[in-house]
């Protein structure tokens, strides 16, 4: 373990990190985002989904820093007296749920069928690919809409409700897997023709094992770049969708639903409901991003 | 070139076949178009005349043939959610959508190309710079937020701009346009900037990679070399050659714009296709979500094939028949 550990901060990537003041300040943002997000119902100052604890008294308080603004709410409160800073911790964390189940989901399929595609090749791989090229014709979040759109005309409205969340992290992850099946495949039509895959085929390997624990493993590298890099767009999506409406239920508000709450109260001159959680989604995002762009450069030993 | 149109556009037909048996699998799958429209009771007996005259016994393939027919003559049926042809509808809302699309690519282009001429030529000076802290701005902001933020500055708190509609609209023939009137105009500043500042950041920033790409080739210091005026190097040899990448992505980003329009719709209240569209997402209205589709996707199509077409215009090797070979 201490090894591991002295290896990590004497690699090249570990350099390239202390290298970069924008990286280290994106790490320390996306690190207060994720840890706010994760540790939400500890550490938040008011727990906004306890009905007993509202009080319509305290509702549209501004940020504490201005004239009417209460110490007790930081950030204000909503139309509801909830605590704005509390919202928007439960918020991103439900935001991250759903950005990092999403890639998760993408990258397994987009994974298993690149590799399918790559290693068998013929008519599964045209068929695949011609899918891949449909698809990339439209862009993401018209996708992800669609099959928001059709799953929810095809469960009849109870039944929805209940897996609204599951519903969204499928639409998203339908609407970015083939960006992982490109590049997998990519690298797998590389690979496949190498001498030790050929010699796992000489000794009789079936093709499945040859694919997951030969090819797959020589493959995975480029796919943690682009899983970074999907991370945000995402988090983005489901927050465009959820302030379209139709993204998580209402019951468990991420920022994009906080966002259309208080875009509401826009007129009436209470910024602060919609701005919060939009500057929160920001930082998450724009950080997440960069980390990505980073890792991107690192892991590339011809920008070294 | 005859060939060449051709055989683009027998690449773009399965796409399109494609889509179409998408759309008609929801039509056909999704939901139960027939007690929806026998309301509450009704007998077996009813329901089998009603599907025997809508044709939904018959098999899938002809189904399929006459769904094509007629969606080919502009017919969708009726929406869901509205009950009136899914072809009005659209047409009603498709200027307001193509005029906001219009006015956000003209924008983006016409801004976008001189910002990227100019952050190339003179990468170091201080407008290039802020330039480019602008255009991460653009590119990490989400549309609605864009948005929201343009709404509070200059709705909310300045007041010069109104915040939702289109404003006054002149008919002309069927088309409604909102650019003949003023009120019609400063509804369109908001939603156009919203919708075009990512494009706008995006053109910038590829034009300028591409003129400082190309400003470091032989033939732009043969040109030097030759004495001729600036203006003819950076305008006629330099950026010439940045247009090849510069028509594909904007070519490929107009199908953004209109799909990136929903969301703008959305926040601006935007009597368009967007908005229909979304509306009709959140009531499972599928005649209007296959009818957007298609369309959508036949827009798709057409403007890729218009990008290949312009391609072939302006990269003479392409005419020579090597293929593609990059620019």
Known sequence: MDQAIRRFFDSDLWFSFTRSPVTIVSAIV?????????????????????????????????????????????????????????????GARVSLLVGISATVFATLLGVSLGLL???????????????CDIQLTF????????????????????????????????????????????????????????????????????????????????????????????????????????????????TQPSLGTLIRIGNDFLFSGEWWITIFPGVALIAMVLSVNLLGDWLRDALNPKLR | MFAFIVSRIFQALPVLLAVALISFAMFAYVGDPVAIMLGQDYTQAQRDALVAELGLDRPFWVQFATFIGNAAQGEFGLSYRLS?????????RAPATLELAFTAAALALIVGVPMGVYTGLYRNSWPSRFFLTFSLIGVS?????????????????????????????????????GFLTLTGLKALVLPAITLGLFQLTLIMRLVRAEMLEVLRTDYIKFARARGLPN??????????????PVITIVGLQLGAIIAFAIVTETVFQWPGMGLLFIQSVGAADIPVMSAYLLLISLVFVTINLIVDLLYYAVDPRLRIGRGKGGH
């Not at chain 1, 007296?81 to 439960?90: E, K, N, T």
């Not at chain 1, 595609?117 to 899918?131: H, N």
């Open chain 1, 30 to 90: 996306a690190a207060i985002c994720i840890l706010g997000a994760v540790f939400a119902p500890w550490i938040a100052p008011h727990n906004p989904f306890d009905l007993a604890s509202l009080n319509l008294i305290d509702a549209f308080k501004p940020p504490a820093w201005t004239e009417e603004g209460a110490r007790e709410y930081v950030l204000g409160t909503d139309d509801q007296g909830r605590d704005v800073l509390s919202a928007i911790m439960y």
């Open chain 1, 117 to 131: 595609a790559g290693y068998l090749g013929g008519a599964i791989d045209s068929l695949l690919m011609r899918i």
């Open chain 1, 139 to 250: 862009p993401s979040i018209l996708v992800a809409l669609l099959v928001d759109g059709v799953v929810r005309a095809a469960l009849p409205r109870e039944v929805h409700a209940d897996i609204a969340l599951f519903v969204v992290i499928f639409a998203i992850g339908i609407s970015e897997w083939p960006k992982f099946a490109r590049t997998v495949r990519g690298s797998t039509l590389v690979e496949r023709n190498k001498e030790y895959v050929q010699a796992a085929r000489v000794i009789g390997v079936p093709k499945a094992r040859i694919m997951v624990s030969h090819v797959l493993p020589n493959v995975i590298g480029p796919v943690l770049v682009v899983a970074t890099l999907n991370l945000g767009l995402a988090i983005l999506s489901e927050a465009t969708l959820s302030f379209l409406g139709v993204g998580v239920p209402p």
């Open chain 2, 84 to 92: 009136r042809p899914v072809a009005d509808l659209i047409a009603e």
């Open chain 2, 141 to 177: 902001l989400p549309t609605f937020l864009i948005g929201i933020l343009l709404i509070l500055v200059f709705a909310v708190w300045l007041g010069w701009l109104p915040s939702f509609g289109r404003g006054d609209t002149v008919a002309l023939g069927g088309w409604t346009t």
């Open chain 2, 231 to 244: 203006r003819a190097v950076h305008f006629g040899h330099a950026l010439k050659n940045t247009l090849v």
